[in-house]
């Protein structure tokens, strides 16, 4: 809501006509005497016992009665006293002096509007003001309360040192106020002033001041408490304004805040800035409990300035750091927020609102999280140490992100360009729920081999994540894991989430035109969850952990090891994918195979001591050369021979690499069909991926390949009877 102006100052602008005084040839003196008691009475009463005047008369004071020319003393001691003043009365010069503790108080409390003209009021003691209006300039220099509802006071005012000015009511100023010591502004009530020069201490304590003009707060001054200031022409702050109790609200209308000084708001407590304008040059703190809001402006750190955020909440439509401005802290940033220096926060902390974080710039989050509600494009970088950083929305990176170790969440899709990288130190993560669109060229600086990627479904059930691959297909060398775009872990789901990845390969990250790879040194797919490798190729060299599923497609998995060799593993989750030769169990498994009606392909598998490799074939495949021909033929035939003539298993057991394609745990007619099908259909032709298409030989060729199939069969046949005899045994 926009505020403004107080409808009362309208009110406030009743001007009563005042005559000109007589210029009498004698001066007067009246006093107001307390002998000791608290003498109470009217203005215009000519009783001895109030008014101590002119000598002989009996006259109250009133320039031009009697002739006389009046100035009027205000005396109390140790007494208070009321006087009631029921007209209006030119005089020309008032004082007002107590003993300290007491008050004089000059009243109208029967209603008709009535003022005091002077050339000069001066109080030194306790003074109360109530519905009077005055004309001439005021000196305070004691305490001075203004009571009443709407009055005007016509000249300048001064508040001076040492000196305390309560405003309980409505006051209006037509003149300059100036305050050199405390001025209260109480609950309802407002002191408003054509102009307003602040050099000491402005009280709101639920009231509120404002001016006409440019209110100027003076170096060393400030405004503080609750309540609000009105300035419809701008502020001019060198000093402070500070929210202390509840909220204080500042409205300079179409005008600007021009800060110099401080601009607080103390813990609980809220200050909230509308103005067409803010030229922030000094310093804000934004205190926990509450915060500073800037409804209708934005809000510009420039170089020099400083904000500190002290668990608080910074609100603006648009905020911009600059460089070589100040911006550290912990808390809430709501704005879409521009970041072009440093901005170093140590505590927990929330930006909500989408990011711009310029090249050159840095957003540190360090020891805690940060929340970032919004989308992020990060040109420059964003590091966390020992820390989390929540992408709420998408993350474009064309600079450098850095998990220094820490954990990245981004919600989104997450877009390296490609001047990008992403850098995680060890034990860092990140868990993406969206698109991994790397586009990134820098692979010497692009470092995630330490670091843990791990996708996980976007609540609601989302579809697969794309992960686009980028390191040069370097086959098992292990220069391909050395800037490379080498992940150190990639993780497929975890206990609690499933996750679903597809890997793709669209953008060209090696500028050659070539077919990118995948290198990981750990891969672990979570139950539940699946990798869609598409077809393209994955390279690992530490763990392959398998609870959900791994669909190679056309594609395949090689894994480098040191020590014991996991083949029986991964043997075992290739087994379960096969399904009995649907390829569509959970493991690992192909897409492409369980497309296959005619079943001629499959995943084979092979370990030659230094790596473990799956891989698209054809069934009977057994060397994973691509082809089948008579070395698969010679392995199958050795593997059998040795079983059934010499009663002994192949060492290393019954396996793919001896004849077993149909991963059942043995040899037998099915796997010699296996072999002898996909040896006919692919015309020892290599696999090329999808579903293998049946040969559609010449017609001079069908009687060479029948006269091919009828001894193929006889083969079979004589292989087939032999079996069957040692079976018997």
Not at 439 to 454: G, H, I, K, N, Q
Request: hydrophobic letters at 40%; glycine letters at 14%; a negative charge.
């Amino acid at each position: 809501m926009r505020l403004c102006r107080p409808a009362f100052v309208a009110a406030l602008l009743i001007l009563a006509t005042v005559l000109a005084p007589a210029n009498p040839a004698t001066a007067a003196n009246a006093l107001w005497w307390s002998y000791g008691g608290v003498w109470t009475g009217t203005w215009e009463d000519t009783d001895h016992n109030h008014w101590w005047g002119y000598a002989g008369t009996l006259y109250y004071p009133h320039n031009g009665l009697g002739g006389l020319n009046w100035t009027v003393q205000f005396n109390g001691g140790a007494v208070s006293y009321a006087v009631e003043v029921t007209n209006s009365h030119p005089v020309t010069w008032i004082s007002s002096t107590t003993a300290p503790g007491h008050v004089v108080e000059l009243t109208n409390w029967l209603g008709s509007r009535i003022y005091l003209q002077f050339t000069s009021f001066t109080n030194t003691g306790g003074l109360g003001v109530n519905n009077i209006d005055l004309y001439g300039p005021v000196y305070n220099q004691g305490e001075w309360t203004v009571r009443g509802g709407m009055v005007n006071y016509n000249g300048n005012v001064t508040n001076h040192a040492d000196a305390v000015w309560n405003t309980k009511g409505t006051l209006q100023v037509k003149g300059t106020f100036t305050n050199h010591s405390h001025a209260r502004s109480y609950g309802g009530a407002t002191l408003w002033a054509d102009a307003f020069v602040n050099n000491d201490r402005v009280s709101l304590l639920g009231g509120s001041v404002g001016s006409d003009a440019e209110f100027a707060n003076n170096s060393g001054a400030a405004v503080a408490g609750a309540g609000g200031l009105y300035a419809p022409a701008g502020i001019d702050n060198q000093g402070a304004i500070r929210a202390e109790t509840g909220t204080l609200a500042v409205y300079c209308g179409e005008g600007t805040l021009t800060s110099t000084g401080h601009l607080e708001n103390l813990p609980n407590t809220a200050l909230v800035i509308e103005a067409e304008a803010v030229d922030h040059q000094g310093t804000m703190t934004v205190g926990s409990g509450g915060g500073i809001t800037f409804t209708s402006c934005d809000l510009e750190n420039p170089a020099g300035a400083t904000v500190a955020l002290l668990g608080g909440t910074l609100a603006a439509p648009n905020l911009t750091n600059r460089s070589g401005a100040g911006f550290s802290g912990f808390g809430g940033i709501i704005a879409n927020l521009t970041n072009q220096g440093l901005i170093d926060l140590y505590g927990p902390s929330q930006i909500v609102g989408n990011v711009q974080n310029d090249p050159g710039a840095e957003l540190a989050i360090r020891n805690a999280d940060l929340l970032i509600d919004g989308d992020t494009v990060n040109d420059g970088t964003i590091r966390a140490v020992n820390g989390t950083v929540y992408f709420e929305g998408d993350l474009t990176d064309n600079g450098t992100i850095v998990m220094d170790p820490s954990l990245a969440v981004v919600v989104g899709d997450l877009v390296v360009g490609q001047s990008g990288a992403l850098v995680g130190d060890a034990g860092s993560t990140y868990q993406m729920m969206g698109r991994f669109d790397n586009r990134s060229t820098r692979r010497a600086a692009f470092d995630l081999a330490a670091t843990t990627v791990e996708f996980i479904c976007r609540p609601g059930g989302a579809g697969p994540s794309e992960m686009e691959i980028a390191g040069k297909n370097l086959g098992p060398a292990a220069a391909g894991w050395t800037n490379n775009f080498a992940v150190g872990t990639l993780r497929v789901g975890n206990q609690t989430w499933p996750g679903h990845v597809q890997l793709v390969d669209v953008r060209d990250n090696q500028a050659d035109g070539l077919p990118e790879a995948l290198y990981v040194h750990d891969l672990s797919v979570a139950a539940g969850s699946t990798l869609e490798t598409g077809g393209l190729p994955v390279y690992a060299d530490g763990t392959v952990e398998v609870a959900g599923t791994i669909d190679l497609a056309t594609g395949g998995l090689v894994l480098d090891y040191d020590g014991a060799s996991p083949f029986s593993t991964i043997l075992a989750e290739v087994a379960a994918g096969s399904a009995g030769g649907a390829w569509d169990g959970v493991g690992i498994r192909s897409s492409a195979a369980a497309a296959d009606s005619q079943r001629v392909t499959a995943l084979g598998i092979i370990d030659d001591g230094e790596r473990v490799t799956v891989d698209y074939t054809w069934c009977g495949d057994a060397n994973l050369d691509g082809v089948v021909d008579s070395n698969d033929y010679d392995k199958i035939d050795t593997a059998w021979t040795l079983w059934t003539h010499e009663g002994r298993v192949p060492e290393g057991g019954f396996r793919w690499f001896v004849g077993d394609f149909d991963y059942d745990g043995t040899i037998d007619s099915n796997d010699y069909d296996r072999i002898d099908n996909a040896w006919f259909l692919s015309e020892g032709g290599p696999v090329a991926g999808g579903t293998p298409p049946a040969p559609t030989p010449e017609p001079a060729t069908l009687v060479l390949l029948a006269a091919g199939a009828v001894g193929l069969a006889t083969r079979r046949r004589r292989r087939a009877h032999g079996r069957s005899e040692i079976y018997k045994q």
